[in-house]
Nanobody
Framework: QLQLVESGGGLVQPGGSLRLSCAAF????????IGWFRQAPGKEREGVSC????????KYADSVKGRFTISRDNAKNTVYLQMNSLKPEDTAVYYC??????????????WGQGTQVTVSS
């Protein structure tokens, strides 16, 4: 069965850090761009970051530039989202998605189940 599984969410204080992981099962991430999205209660889903299949291209939403870093380890079939200097407005359920190119990531065919990130004192 083809699956994306996110992990690493949790409760963190403002200014803290978390690293999210997106692991693929049943297919090889080498051929896919991976995007991270988030959705807060009552808000629309927001694209956060995307990394190309080779890792050579990364994109970030303006709201997270300079604070979040996306990376991938194809040997582990996993993509990471390092989140630093977290703010309360980063609180959301974070999802990863797989699609051949970042330009089409919003229409991705594979999605994970999400992991909750809560930033609060």
């Amino acid at each position: 069965q083809l699956q994306l599984v996110e992990s690493g969410g949790g409760l963190v204080q403002p200014g803290g850090s978390l690293r999210l992981s997106c692991a693929a099962f049943g297919f090889n991430l080498d051929y896919y761009a991976i995007g991270w999205f988030r959705q807060a209660p009552g808000k629309e889903r927001e694209g956060v970051s995307c990394i190309s299949s080779s890792g050579g291209i990364t994109k970030y939403a303006d709201s997270v530039k300079g604070r979040f870093t996306i990376s991938r380890d194809n040997a582990k079939n996993t993509v990471y989202l390092q989140m630093n200097s977290l703010k309360p407005e980063d609180t959301a359920v974070y999802y990863c998605a797989a699609e051949p190119i970042c330009a089409a990531i919003a229409q991705a065919g594979y999605w994970g189940q999400g992991t909750q990130v809560t930033v609060s004192s």
